[in-house]
């Protein structure tokens, strides 16, 4: 090989472990600066008992498998809240065959945040056949929390065959973990919207450490971003106080480079102004992109911009309006510590699940 070929050849290779090498130290910096705080994962407002008593009273009156999955099918996007695995389990006491259960899982997926090993492990038990336990594990491997090889184990050591167990493990080592908060980012064209207002720098504990909302968000968001994020999906951030303002013009893809340079974006967020969540949203749409998602997280209400329920349904309804494929925003509650009074956390989870209703999305309500 000519020399001057096999020098640029080298040069080229060191830039890009180079640049691999400056993601992981970016990403490693994050999960320093949330220390113990970094495995942290806050519980999220389940659905009702009310809503799931009226809901299965509905599912145990149709007689055969095919309406009860109708049933379903209607019936779960009528509450944006997620399921807790008690939940998802008692919908399955009601469902006879294994391939009905697969079916209903399915349906049940975009609303189950993370499991325990022990959640998919008695999850799977209600699986009888080992081909449909392999089915059922793909469907939710990635949301487990834990992905240690004893946390493994424990779930491969639900299947009897040598061959299902390697199936079983393939499954589980090909996975990240869903994160807590965002979830699992599937979307080609996604957009991550951020509340920075003034009451993001309240407080909690979190593993023994004390963290602000702000920076446990920060932590989550760049996790999730180079954890997840491949090279063909688009994704932008978007930041909002009294007015918004974004990280790049548009939708950019997730390379190395960009990935890095969003952590660092990310990382350097700090608090300020109002809570004026339209401003947010309204960067968020504003692309020629075949945008399919916004993940909105805020601690409150807005205090600018639109603020009422009613508003905010209209707002949407004319964003989504001229689109073939209509926006998602999945939203995302979240008020860890402060002085909120209940009421007041009631009206920021009302309002946040108002504006996932209206578009078909997921709503995360997390309070302590």
Known sequence: MNKVYLLAFVTLIGLSAFAFTQLKNEHALRANLTAGAAD???KPQYRSDSWMNTFLTGLQSQKYDNTMLQFLQDQIPTDSHVFSTEQILSIFSQISFDSSRIQALTLLNPYIITLTPQNIVDILAKYPFESSKLTALNLIANTLSDVSDASKKLIVDCFSFSSN???????????????????????????????????????????????????????????????????????????????????????VD?????????????????????????????????TKQALKAIYLLSDGVPNSGVQTVDGIKKYLADKNASRTDKVVVNTISFIMGGVEKQNERDLSFQFLNAIADATNGSFKGISG
């Open 165 to 251: 167990k390697s199936d079983a493990m393939n499954i589980l080592n090909a996975i990240s973990p869903r994160n807590c908060i965002y979830g699992t980012i599937t979307e080609k064209v996604a957009a991550f919207v951020i509340d920075i207002s003034g009451s993001m720098d309240y407080t909690f504990k979190a593993n023994g450490e004390t963290i602000s909302r702000l920076a446990f968000v920060k932590s989550q968001l760049t996790k999730t971003i180079a954890d997840q994020l491949k090279p063909f999906q688009k994704f932008n951030i978007i930041i909002f106080g009294n007015s918004a303002s974004q990280w790049k013009t548009d939708y």
């Open 40 to 42: 942290f994962c806050p």
């Open 254 to 286: 997730a390379t190395p480079e960009n990935v890095q340079a969003a952590i660092a974006y990310i990382n350097k967020l700090t608090t300020n102004g109002a809570t004026n969540i339209s401003s947010g949203l309204d960067l968020a749409f504003n």
